[in-house]
């Protein structure tokens, strides 16, 4: 059974376009993020979720924004894609948002904006 | 479910003393990527290794791979107070890029 799951793993997609990446996550946790993952492998935390609520919103373009219609599910929306939006996006969770907590993270979706 | 087999789950360790953490898969492996979780900031990568044998270093962090590409290992050398957190190993089964992902490693370092 897959604990966290993206989709689509691969998404290739012209400029100016609106795309969504959806996740879920079968652990019954309660906290939910997504990551965006640039050319050096570092993994750079966009949201957090914690019971359906925003947490945590980094600096990230007001085209970027998560949706989380329950706890097991937070998707990721991106208006007006642009081509430095390429890149991997991860989501992960986590049981809660305490401090040290192991998070599982998805397979990653690949976005490619032409 | 994880797929890669990480090990130990928690290690609590002296200060000054030196450490292992394992990393293991049925399968032979494209690339394997070691990273460091501190919460809050997502993950800091660390390491990448794709071909077998192959050994880096940073600082006091050396990772492996073994020459099967099936297992890697992580050593911190001397540890310091700031190389505790969460280790995380990933790995691509292939070259199309579907990360698979280790369970953590929590390390704590006793001063």
Not at chain 1, 26 to 45: A, C, E, P, R, V
Request: net charge neutral; aromatic share 10%.
């Amino acid at each position: 059974d897959t604990a966290v799951s993206q989709t689509p793993k691969y998404l290739v997609t012209q400029m100016g376009n609106d795309k969504s990446i959806k996740c879920e996550q079968n652990l019954g946790h309660d906290t939910m993020y997504w990551y965006k993952q640039d050319s050096k492998k570092f993994l750079k935390i966009m949201f957090s979720y914690n019971n359906k609520e925003l947490i945590i919103n980094e600096t990230v373009p007001n085209r970027f924004s998560p949706k989380s219609p329950d706890k097991a599910h937070l998707n990721l929306h991106i208006n007006s894609l642009e081509l430095g939006d390429s890149a991997v996006y991860f989501c992960a969770s986590s049981q809660d948002m305490r401090a040290g907590g192991t998070q599982y993270f998805g397979p990653g979706t690949r976005l490619t904006v032409l | 479910s994880q797929e890669l087999e990480q090990s130990p789950q928690s290690l609590i360790v002296q200060e000054g003393k030196n450490l292992t953490i394992n990393c293991t898969s049925s399968k032979t492996l494209y690339g394997l990527y070691w990273y460091k979780q501190k919460y809050g900031e997502g993950l800091i990568f660390l390491m990448m290794l794709q071909k077998g044998g192959e050994e880096k270093s940073h600082e006091k962090i050396t990772a492996k791979l073994d020459e099967k590409k099936q297992q890697s290992s992580l050593h911190i050398t001397a540890s310091q107070p700031s190389h505790a957190g969460i280790y995380l190993c990933g790995a691509d089964e292939d070259s199309n890029y579907q990360l698979i992902w280790g369970a953590g490693t929590k390390l704590i370092i006793k001063p």
